[in-house]
């Protein structure tokens, strides 16, 4: 199988590739190709693996000479992530909009109607004043993004749909939850903070949490999302209850009982190194998430949430390399 | 007041500039100057009319000059309609994505924040296998569009909404019911029959009917789509509960129910030229959008449907030219 990782050498794309070179095998038969399309270079330890070819470059630049070839499984992750988004408009419609359009109509030239899963992202969600967000939500769950990012994401989520629907791809769209606990610095992303309150004190190092105890998120792990995304690229057409984006299975979980797991886990002195100093836009723009999910359709796809926030930490720990000191 | 009508000389951009014409005011000001974009000039009686210009031409490619312009008020209407757009994939992208994207930046670049109403659709709703239709449309009913132009058209529903946001434009969309009856042909509508079953046996023209008598339709007369397109405009931004669409109002009414009241209104004869020959098409993709709306946001802001099937069928033989031998 010939298979095209976009943000292939990203936090969550790097753990996909992972996954697939360890399984030996998509849709029941062997990876033979690997083409990781990104700004940077794969992970040091693909260079000599033979079937994994980097692409670097902006992705709407690598479109043309995608168009040429014909993949079998496409994981589009690349994009801009959220506060760089909300920073810098042009960005996020460049990067995660434009970019998406030009990757669509490559794999629409290439001919082969490819399976395509899309990474969009629990920030579609959001409340306007006339329609709040509700209490619980449902695959049926109107999407208000309150963010460019999540305004592109959903956009990309219709035009992968109608592509589908017209027969050019075959996609799937997964809206992934807050990933933690990511062992790499967090970039542009506003809820990078979910991770570094665990990371940092793990490593011995201080961190700033710019929201309250009390504020509610929706996590999943890395091999959890990775867990979604390769089921959603295996599962069958007619298992999939049509072609809107399936909501990923969350752990909801509050800032406070994050800190308890970090405890738990790391000791006080771990949970001693958290100051909290509030940040408005960070508020604003993860606050407007919601953070409780009954996700029916992913149900059916057997995709279950993260038992509890300790694992989700115990996991990060054994990654190697993750914690440098003693915890 | 400097309006924009794009789509300006079309079936509801021409009716929308008689009654800007006839209340003189937008907003509490008089319009002084209105620009009609579009492909085709405007109607031959607005020649003489020294407030109306004609801008002739396709929307994407007048785009940089209208971003040296400063409008007060906009209204896009312009695109490619339902039927064009499932039988050619990229005029629909070109002809609503993209244009509708490339005016958002032309008013952007303008730099004054100008009013926009959107005219979106009806055919933003339908049903996947996994999410059925619910039995009536409320503000909080997911679209799940099921043709490429009601995706073309959520899509830009969502541009609106961010670039009002990001503070670029204060933009709000509604949700036009299909139209009826038009007194011009339909071009390559889906829903154009609705019209055609009573204009063209008026005028003593038999017609064909593509679906059966029980189909049920959200409808809407010009006047009334007119009016729900003003007030959008003049509402304050408080009064819209959100950015989302706004759904408007819809009388719902069976194919049966037209062809009774072309019988009260137009006689026998009159109902006797509609022939009845299905099209799995045109069934597929208006039998795709609800008919029951329950519109609350449109209520608050004082719109009500059309209150029966004989006064829209009045409303349009009370049109000058709209019908042409005796009734």
């Known amino acids: 199988m010939k298979v095209l ?17 360890k399984r030996k095998e998509i849709l029941g038969r062997p990876p033979t190709e690997l083409v990781l399309a990104d700004l940077i ?3 040091a330890d693909f260079a000599s693996i033979a079937c994994v070819r980097p692409l670097v470059g902006p992705l709407i630049e690598s479109c043309d000479a995608l168009a040429k070839e014909q993949f079998d499984v496409v994981f589009h992750l690349a994009g801009a992530v ?22 669509l109509d490559a794999l629409r030239a290439a001919g082969n109607c490819p399976r395509l899963v ?29 963010s460019s990012y999540g305004i592109q994401k959903f956009i990309c989520e219709q035009l992968v749909a109608d592509y589908t629907r017209k027969g050019f791809i075959d996609g799937r769209s997964g809206r992934l939850m ?28 201080d961190t700033v949490c710019p929201v309250p105890l009390e504020m509610a998120v929706a996590l999943a792990s ?11 690229a295996e599962a069958p057409r007619e298992a999939l209850g049509g072609r809107t984006a399936v909501n ?3 752990l909801t979980v509050q ?4 800190l308890n797991a970090l405890e738990a886990v790391g000791g006080r002195d771990a949970r001693a190194r958290v100051r909290f100093k509030p940040d408005p836009a960070i508020m604003r723009i993860v606050g407007s998430w919601p953070s409780v999910f009954e996700s029916t359709r992913a149900h059916f796809l057997g995709l279950r949430p993260d038992t509890d926030m300790n694992s989700i930490i115990r996991q990060f720990m054994n990654e190697p390399g993750a914690v440098h000191v003693g915890a």
């Open 178 to 205: 807050t990933v933690a606990i990511r062992s790499s610095r967090s970039n542009g992303a506003a809820s990078g903070f979910l991770s570094a309150i665990v990371r940092e004190p793990l490593n011995a190092k």
């Open 41 to 43: 270079k794969p992970a």
């Open 118 to 146: 899309f990474a969009s992202s629990v920030a579609v969600f959001g409340s306007d004043p006339g329609i709040p967000l509700p209490a619980v939500i449902r695959d049926s769950t109107l999407p208000l993004p309150q």
């Open 5 to 21: 990782i976009t943000g292939g050498a990203g936090f969550v794309g790097t753990q996909l590739v992972r996954a697939l070179l």
């Open 255 to 258: 800032v406070g009982e994050i």
């Open 248 to 250: 990923f299975p969350a």
């Open 222 to 232: 890395p091999s959890n999302t990775i867990s979604a995304l390769i089921a959603l």
């Open 82 to 103: 959220s506060g760089d988004c909300e920073a810098d408009f042009d960005l996020g419609l460049r990067s995660n909009l434009d970019s998406c359009r030009a990757l």
